[in-house]
């Protein structure tokens, strides 16, 4: 896995469109972490695995923590 920006609050938005790592905190299971596309208005609904997540599926839920990759994902 390549390294990490730091986490950023949900009111700041990504300047970039693309893939994200999101804190997902679902009630009385802790934080657990996930992926998410930012469209440059909307997030998709998050999912675990990088690569397979649908990004065309937007999550009602937008206030999201987020951080980004320092290197372009393949």
Same mark, same amino acid.
């Given at each position: 896995?390549?390294?990490?920006?730091?986490?950023?609050?949900?009111?700041? /938005?990504?300047? *970039?469109?693309?893939? %994200?790592?999101? /804190?997902?905190?679902? *009630?009385?299971?802790?934080?657990?972490?996930? %992926?998410?596309?930012?469209?440059?208005?909307?997030?998709?609904?998050?999912?675990?695995?990088?690569?397979?997540?649908?990004? /065309?599926?937007?999550?009602?839920?937008?206030?999201?923590?987020? *951080?980004?990759?320092?290197? /372009?994902?393949?």
């Amino acid at each position: 896995m390549s390294e990490m920006t730091d986490w950023f609050p949900p009111h700041i /938005k990504p300047v *970039r469109v693309g893939v %994200y790592e999101i /804190k997902y905190t679902p *009630r009385k299971l802790g934080v657990s972490y996930m %992926y998410a596309t930012w469209n440059g208005d909307k997030w998709s609904i998050g999912a675990y695995d990088l690569h397979t997540h649908d990004h /065309k599926c937007f999550d009602a839920i937008q206030e999201k923590y987020w *951080r980004g990759f320092t290197e /372009k994902q393949a």
